[in-house]
């Protein structure tokens, strides 16, 4: 019997870049964890990664800074956008656990705190039974 292979697709078209970075994405952890709200999340992920390589490029070529026609310094438009483009990519990874700092959320400092709360809520248990200490 052949194991059936599960293939991810975006949920909309993307163009040639943004499918080579949710290929990317979708392969940061097992098919079998990705649900549609995932996807979704991982397609704008996609489409924002290859947005900010682009403006990257143009700015490049255009510089951070630009010159208005009165020979005024101002900051190039794009590189607050780049920016803004940034933190919602940041935004996704976080929401998508991704990160390396959340691959282990879940694990021993929530054990630990879980486990203390647990043996406080005994012990003030106790106490409320214990005719001496009430």
Not at 44 to 61: P, Y
Request: aromatic share 4%; hydrophobic share 40%.
């Amino acid at each position: 019997m052949q194991a059936t292979r599960l293939v991810l697709k975006p949920t909309r078209h993307l163009e040639p870049r943004a499918r080579q970075i949710f290929a990317m994405i979708i392969s940061m952890r097992p098919a079998t964890l990705w649900g549609a709200y995932d996807l979704q999340l991982a397609t704008d992920l996609a489409e924002i990664n290859a947005q900010i390589e682009w403006t990257q490029e143009v700015l490049a070529v255009e510089g951070d800074v630009l010159t208005t026609r009165l020979g005024t310094p101002i900051i190039n438009p794009r590189a607050t956008h780049c920016g803004n483009l940034k933190r919602q990519a940041v935004t996704f990874v976080r929401a998508l656990g991704l990160s390396a700092g959340q691959r282990h959320l879940g694990d021993e400092p929530s054990r630990k705190r879980a486990g203390q709360q647990l043996e406080l809520q005994m012990t003030s248990l106790n106490a409320e039974s214990d005719p001496l200490l009430a």
